[in-house]
């Protein structure tokens, strides 16, 4: 790949960043805002997205607040222990394990991830083990075992491709780019670094994307791609600035100054290594403090001040004899470890063996016992069958004559509840149809008297202003009317057929306030979209355009003069829930009852706007056949809430197309 490509590819990745600051840190604040009133008691079990989102906050300050990190971490394991979560009690270890690398402490980081697999391994998680063994993986890594490292994580990679877990995948790409860089295999490292980018931009997730940047230009600096190296470093800078990660910083200054060096910008090349040397030293960072310090030594050999260069190949020198001394610890206590779980697992298998040969000694006496019990039940099997049949053909005939009368009696009690259905439904379309036609009835006549007297100049400028005013507000409200009856009447007369596909509520939201901005404005009415971006649903979107078209228009027949309409969502296990609320009149009991009880009534707005009930019959109807649920909740002189729920995702949805 040219320089001009990859500089074209990377272009093309920009609009992943933009913004991904601010996204981090409201995301962050969103999820503390999710869990500070605890976890919701549930009759049926654990409140998982509690825990789950308490392990995504520990995830987000890596690198950034270990103290943090371990709060929530903590946290979330001490609610998963108390009630056997066990998803979330494997991924609160693997959190707990990550900080514990993130300050040094790798007795304890390997004993959490130790407790981590072995909780995934009895529920039967192999997602959660594979994670384990990435970080594993890694570990090795750091040690200078890439052979093992890179076999785990080809295994590892094989795992989430099954599952489908990008997230982990593209991690997975990342760190075999890493291990592919140190044998010095640099087209493999570069393949992997722009796959793991590919998936980043496909998930959108901008952490990440900083990071495999780093991948993609240390892979770019050793073809000989300088300009593209430096650029793609820059871009992981610009996220870990904003977010405020130390660690990410340190690394990339590092990296900054290396491709520096290489363009021969020693002035920039000083200033970046310098700047990492110091975060890397309050840090505490060993290892980018001897890599800084061979840049630093490197950079002056290069500008010819060989005093200054020996300097900092002596600090070089003295943290690389350190973390030797480190590297031998680490590998005494990694040998350490393998031999135990040896030992142990020789162990366990000895006693499987001594168990083994104690039940085949039981089975051996209890064989004889077993032969005898079965001749003498073999006997009574034989006398019960002689008796069985005596009595076999006058049972049979009766148990047959039982079976018809009882699905005789099904059937009548199945034919007597769909007539009373079915009158029921009858005189619940009659009663629409007769208010439908009195309604439709109104405006027609009203237009046609204005049309008759603008035929015959009867009207004053005045008088046809106020008339056209009123006209149009029946016309609007007719032409409502008819749309939500040609959905009725398609759905009732051909059947409703449903086309589910993903949905961007955000999106879907802001192309409908549009129709609704000039009547609104009229009324002074305040239209707001609170859905999170990205937030997405799996449901036809035809329908769900009427069911919010319909929730929308309703709550501005009840809105009055400065009153407000919102509209928010959250996902909610495998559901995701729309709400929207508005500030107006609300509804009487009376009136709630008959519209929950799925009846038609005439009601009138804050404007006298006409309203059947029809609209929301239709919402009811259409998220029920996508699978979902609708609710009113309202309370009046204070305003309605309007709720409907519609699946998540395909996997969580019960149509199949």
């Avoid at 230009?217 to 470093?233: D, P, T, V």
């Avoid at 439908?436 to 035929?455: E, Q, T």
């Avoid at 149009?472 to 032409?479: E, K, L, P």
């Avoid at 508005?582 to 509804?587: C, E, K, N």
């Amino acid at each position: 790949m040219s320089g001009l490509r990859i500089l074209v590819w990377l272009g093309s990745c920009l609009w992943l960043m933009t913004g991904a600051v601010t996204a981090q840190s409201a995301g962050v604040q969103k999820l503390r805002e999710m869990v500070k009133d605890g976890p919701i008691v549930q009759r049926n079990g654990p409140d998982t997205t509690y825990v789950n989102t308490l392990n995504l906050l520990a995830r987000s300050y890596y690198g950034v607040n270990a103290d943090s990190a371990f709060f929530f971490g903590k946290k979330a394991l001490q609610y998963a222990d108390s009630t056997g979560y066990g998803k979330g009690r494997a991924e609160s270890w693997r959190m707990i394990g990550n900080t514990y690398e993130m300050i040094g402490s790798y007795h304890e980081m390997l004993s959490a991830y130790r407790r981590s697999r072995l909780i995934a391994d009895s529920i039967g998680n192999a997602a959660q083990v594979a994670k384990v063994n990435v970080n594993i993986a890694l570990f090795y890594r750091q040690l200078g075992e890439y052979d093992e490292a890179l076999r785990q994580m080809d295994n590892d990679s094989t795992v989430y491709r099954d599952n489908g877990d990008s997230t982990q995948l593209a991690y997975v790409y990342s760190h075999l780019s890493d291990v592919n860089y140190h044998h010095h295999q640099y087209d493999k490292a570069l393949e992997y670094a722009q796959k793991s980018i590919e998936v980043a931009v496909a998930i959108k997730d901008s952490l990440a994307f900083a990071s495999f940047n780093n991948d993609l230009g240390r892979a770019l600096a050793a073809k000989g791609l300088y300009k593209e190296a430096m650029a793609s470093h820059l871009r992981s800078m610009d996220y870990y600035r904003r977010t405020d990660d130390k660690l990410g910083q340190t690394e990339t200054f590092n990296h900054l100054a290396h491709a520096s060096l290489l363009l021969k910008d020693h002035s920039s090349a000083l200033r970046y290594a310098f700047q990492g040397l110091d975060l890397a030293r309050r840090l505490h960072r060993k290892k980018d403090i001897m890599d800084l310090g061979q840049v630093l030594a490197e950079i002056y050999q290069a500008k010819g001040e060989y005093a200054t260069a020996l300097r900092y190949f002596q600090l070089y020198k003295d943290y690389s004899d350190s973390l030797f001394s480190e590297q031998i610890r680490k590998q005494s206590f990694s040998l350490e470890t393998r031999y135990e779980y040896e030992r142990k697992a020789d162990s366990i298998q000895q006693a499987v063996a001594k168990k083994e040969l104690i039940q085949r000694h039981i089975d051996r006496n209890h064989t004889l016992q077993i032969s005898i019990a079965i001749i003498f039940i073999l006997f009574l099997i034989m006398v019960a069958v002689l008796l069985q049949r005596s009595r076999a053909a006058s049972k049979k005939s009766n148990k047959a004559l039982s079976e018809k009368n009882k699905e005789i009696e099904l059937q009548k009690e199945a034919m007597e509840h769909q007539a009373v259905q079915l009158l029921l439904n009858n005189r619940q379309k009659d009663k629409l149809f007769s208010i439908i036609a009195h309604d439709l009835r109104g405006p027609l006549n009203s237009l046609k008297g204005v049309l008759d007297f603008l035929k015959e100049n009867r009207l004053s400028d005045a008088e046809i202003k106020s008339m056209l005013d009123e006209l149009r507000r029946n016309v609007d409200y007719s032409s409502e009317l008819v749309g939500n009856l040609l959905f009725w009447a398609s759905s009732q007369l051909s059947g409703v057929a449903v086309a589910p596909v993903c949905l961007p509520l955000h999106q879907l939201v802001d192309d409908i306030l549009p129709l609704y901005a000039k009547q609104s404005g009229e009324k002074g009415i305040l239209l707001r979209n609170g859905i999170d971006e990205a937030l997405t649903a799996y449901a036809d979107k035809d329908m769900i355009q009427v069911v919010l078209r319909n929730l929308i228009s309703n709550a501005i027949k009840f809105c009055r003069s400065g009153d407000s309409i919102s509209i928010t969502g959250r996902r909610s296990g495998d559901s995701v829930e729309v709400c929207v609320a508005d500030t107006g009149i609300g509804i009487k009991d009376d009136i709630l009852g008959m519209i929950r009880r799925k009846e038609s009534i005439t009601t009138y707005g804050t404007a006298r706007e006409k309203g059947t009930g029809l609209g929301m019959l239709l919402c009811r109807e259409f998220t029920e056949v996508n699978g979902g649920k609708f609710r009113i909740d309202s309370e009046w002189g204070k305003g309605s809430w309007f709720y409907f729920t519609i699946p998540a995702d395909a996997s969580s949805s019960s149509i199949k197309v």
